[in-house]
């Protein structure tokens, strides 16, 4: 049974970068043909998009944070990671990874608080 | 806002029938598969309905889906206090090359 856990800092500053990582157990990253997204939640809010990597690096983003998103892979750890730069305020949220059937998430991580603030 | 719109709640009581729609347009859920995601307090979503109308193993049969043109709905029968979550939807945006989601529905069992 897949299984996804977040990982990284809980606090950041602002104009810096956040960067976490997802850790898979149970099942290779590379198996099957299957992107690994992350998704975000302010608290009290609804969900949001971030982007997605499939096996083979390619990547997709959610073009209102494009061109501050960088997701990466690292198949020999059996991991994924995202990069957001310049951080504001706003982007505080609950991370959540999870893997992408192209249709639907399925399962997600148990997510993790990242705080932006100085 | 929203690319998919959810009501903000619905409630019914214990044992009844409820149902969540989620209005999307032709860019998204006409052309692409829902999905339905249910989001108990403090806890990560979980996948609920895919594909449409399709239930993961281990969702029971009391939920359900159905997409008729620009619309979805997420059918819950048997309502239990256990069911009060908050409730997303989600697909593809062809236009917008991204996924969306609706804002979430709240749903009380009273």
């Known amino acids: 049974q897949v299984q996804l856990q977040e990982s990284g800092p809980g606090l950041v500053k602002p104009s810096q970068t956040l960067s976490l990582r997802c850790t898979v157990s149970?099942?290779?990253?590379?198996?099957?043909?299957?992107?690994w997204s992350w998704i975000r939640q302010p608290a009290g809010k609804g969900l949001e998009w971030i982007g997605r990597?499939?096996?083979?690096?390619?990547?997709n983003y959610n073009p209102s944070l494009k061109s501050r998103v960088t997701i990466s892979i690292d198949r020999s750890k059996n991991q994924f990671s995202l990069k957001l730069n310049s951080v504001t305020a706003a982007d505080t949220a609950v991370y959540y990874c999870?893997?992408?059937?192209?249709?639907?998430?399925?399962?997600w991580g148990q997510g993790t608080l990242v705080t932006v603030s100085s | 806002q929203s690319v998919l719109t959810q009501p903000p709640s619905v409630s019914a009581a214990p044992g009844q029938k409820v149902t969540i729609s989620c209005s999307g347009s032709?860019?998204?859920?006409?052309?692409?598969?829902v999905s339905w995601y249910q989001q108990l307090p403090g806890t990560a979503p979980k996948l609920l309905i895919y594909?449409?109308?399709k239930r993961p193993s281990g969702i029971p049969d009391r939920f359900s889906g159905s997409k008729s043109g620009t619309s979805a709905t997420l059918g819950i029968t048997g309502l239990q206090t256990g069911d009060e979550a908050d409730y997303y939807c989600?697909?593809?945006?062809?236009?917008?090359?991204?996924?969306?989601f609706g804002g979430g529905t709240k749903l009380t069992v009273l």
């Open positions: 999870a893997r992408d059937e192209g249709d639907w998430f399925d399962p």
């Open positions: 149970g099942g290779s990253i590379s198996s099957g043909s299957y992107y």
């Open positions: 990597i499939y096996f083979s690096g390619s990547t």
């Open positions: 032709s860019s998204n859920i006409v052309n692409n598969y």
């Open positions: 594909d449409d109308n």
């Open positions: 989600g697909t593809w945006d062809s236009t917008l090359s991204a996924v969306v």
